[in-house]
C-alpha cells in the first residue's frame, strides 16, 4: 500500500469517528429531553412519605420482530431491575412490519424517604434504554398505585 492510499483511509477513518461522536451527542441530547420529560410530568410528591409506596409507569416500547427473544423474556429482564415488582403488557396497534409496539405497564416500589425523580434517573430509565432489542418511545406519568 502508497502513502496516499494509506493516509486516505485514516482521514476516512477519523471522518467515520467524528460521525459517531456526532451522534453519540444528539443521543446525550434526547436522553436530557427525556429526563425533563419525566421530571415535568411528575404529578405527586417526589420524596416518599410511606413505609413503602408502590408507582405504576406506563413505557411505550418497540420490539425488534427479528430477534428470537420472547416477549417474556423482555419481561423477566425488567423485573431484574432494582425495586421493580411486576410488568404488565398492552397490545398497540402495529403498523409496523419490522417492530412490535406494546405498552408496558412497570410497577415499582420504593421506601421512605426514597426520591422518585432520582430513582427514575439513575435506575430505572437508564436500565430500560440498556435493553437490546428494545426501544423506548414514551415514558407516562408515574402514579401512586398504592
Do not use: C
Given at each position: 500500500?502508497?502513502?496516499?492510499?494509506?493516509?486516505?483511509?485514516?482521514r476516512e477513518q477519523?471522518?467515520?469517528?467524528?460521525t459517531?461522536?456526532?451522534?453519540?451527542?444528539?443521543?446525550?441530547?434526547?436522553?436530557?429531553?427525556?429526563?425533563?420529560?419525566?421530571?415535568?410530568?411528575?404529578?405527586?410528591?417526589p420524596?416518599?412519605?410511606?413505609?413503602?409506596?408502590?408507582f405504576?409507569?406506563?413505557?411505550?416500547?418497540?420490539f425488534?420482530?427479528?430477534?428470537?427473544?420472547?416477549?417474556?423474556?423482555?419481561?423477566?429482564?425488567?423485573?431484574?431491575?432494582?425495586?421493580v415488582?411486576?410488568v404488565g403488557?398492552?397490545?398497540?396497534?402495529d403498523?409496523?412490519?419490522?417492530?412490535?409496539r406494546?405498552?408496558?405497564?412497570v410497577?415499582?416500589?420504593?421506601?421512605?424517604?426514597?426520591?422518585i425523580?432520582?430513582?427514575?434517573?439513575a435506575?430505572?430509565?437508564p436500565?430500560?434504554?440498556?435493553?437490546?432489542?428494545?426501544?423506548?418511545?414514551?415514558?407516562?406519568?408515574v402514579?401512586k398505585?398504592?
Amino acid at each position: 500500500m502508497n502513502t496516499s492510499k494509506w493516509y486516505r483511509f485514516l482521514r476516512e477513518q477519523q471522518e467515520e469517528e467524528l460521525t459517531i461522536k456526532v451522534k453519540d451527542t444528539d443521543e446525550v441530547a434526547s436522553d436530557n429531553t427525556a429526563d425533563n420529560q419525566i421530571s415535568k410530568q411528575l404529578d405527586i410528591d417526589p420524596v416518599v412519605t410511606d413505609e413503602i409506596s408502590v408507582f405504576e409507569i406506563i413505557v411505550k416500547a418497540e420490539f425488534r420482530k427479528s430477534t428470537n427473544v420472547l416477549l417474556t423474556q423482555f419481561k423477566d429482564i425488567i423485573r431484574g431491575i432494582v425495586s421493580v415488582t411486576t410488568v404488565g403488557t398492552e397490545d398497540l396497534p402495529d403498523p409496523s412490519m419490522l417492530y412490535d409496539r406494546r405498552n408496558l405497564n412497570v410497577k415499582f416500589e420504593l421506601e421512605r424517604g426514597e426520591n422518585i425523580d432520582e430513582y427514575m434517573r439513575a435506575v430505572l430509565v437508564p436500565q430500560l434504554r440498556k435493553i437490546r432489542g428494545m426501544r423506548i418511545l414514551h415514558y407516562g406519568k408515574v402514579e401512586k398505585v398504592r
